[in-house]
């Protein structure tokens, strides 16, 4: 039974450039949240999804930012011309249903390094 | 706003012996969750432990266990016998309920732990 999965684990990218992340949820999952850690910190909730919709953007920053979750395939995070400060470890973690018992499965993240 | 406080930046503990990690939480929320998770070098996130609000029993898994004490609003995590493996980064975490109905987790900076033989 695969955990949640995501790639790439590392990711290496120009100032300027796009990134994307995928995010594949637990088997039998449709909830699916991304959460970012800045070094030395904990993680911090960016947005909430679940299958085709987007529930919950509330901490993800409103430009350059972008995150999707499609019928079909995995939920992608997309960061677009790609600065400094972006540099970070971005997890993906899923859960059965949105319901508050629910708990949270993460992968193992992907660390973006922005040069 | 709800929030976490973890007020040990790192611990140590011998080999074998017990350790116990604080947390505390501030919430006006009557019903709200609280998780430990354990971060490895390797950098993925292990979730450990769950304690419910409304938990009469404080929650216990193999050698980690929840020291639950809610009028102090504390959530302090307990590994018995230490092994070197249990060296990583632990993160106590909240659940904020929203409206909507689902949950999100609010974490807090972490304490890094070393296990020494």
């Known amino acids: 039974n695969a955990g949640v999965m995501q790639n790439p684990r590392h990711l290496v990218r120009r100032r300027g450039q796009e990134a994307r992340l995928r995010c594949s949820p637990m088997?039998?999952?449709?909830?699916v949240y991304w959460y970012r850690q800045l070094p030395e910190e904990g993680l911090k909730f960016m947005v909430y999804?679940?299958?085709?919709?987007?529930?919950?953007e509330s901490g993800m920053p409103k430009e350059r930012f972008s995150a999707e979750f499609p019928k079909e395939g995995p939920s992608i995070l997309r960061i677009q011309q790609v600065v400094r400060g972006d540099s970070a470890a971005y997890f993906c973690?899923?859960?059965?249903?949105?319901?508050?018992?629910?708990?949270?499965?993460f992968g193992p993240g992907t660390r973006l390094t922005v040069l | 706003a709800q929030k976490i406080t973890q007020t040990q930046p790192g611990m140590f503990v011998q080999e074998k012996e017990a350790v116990t990690l604080d947390c505390t939480y501030d919430t006006s929320d009557p019903s709200y969750g609280l998780f430990w998770y354990k971060q490895p070098s390797s950098g993925e996130m292990i979730f450990l432990i769950y304690q419910g609000s409304y938990d009469q029993q404080n929650a216990t898994e193999g050698r980690y266990s929840l020291n639950f004490q809610k009028a102090r609003k504390s959530a302090n995590l307990v590994i018995s016998a230490s092994q070197l493996g249990d060296s990583a980064m632990y993160f106590c975490a909240m659940r904020e309920r929203v409206s909507g109905g689902y949950n999100k987790l609010i974490f807090g900076a972490g304490t890094r732990l070393a296990v020494h033989p």
């Open positions: 973690a899923s859960s059965p249903g949105g319901g508050a018992a629910d708990t949270q499965y």
């Open positions: 088997k039998g999952h449709s909830h």
């Open positions: 999804l679940q299958k085709e919709n987007i529930i919950d």
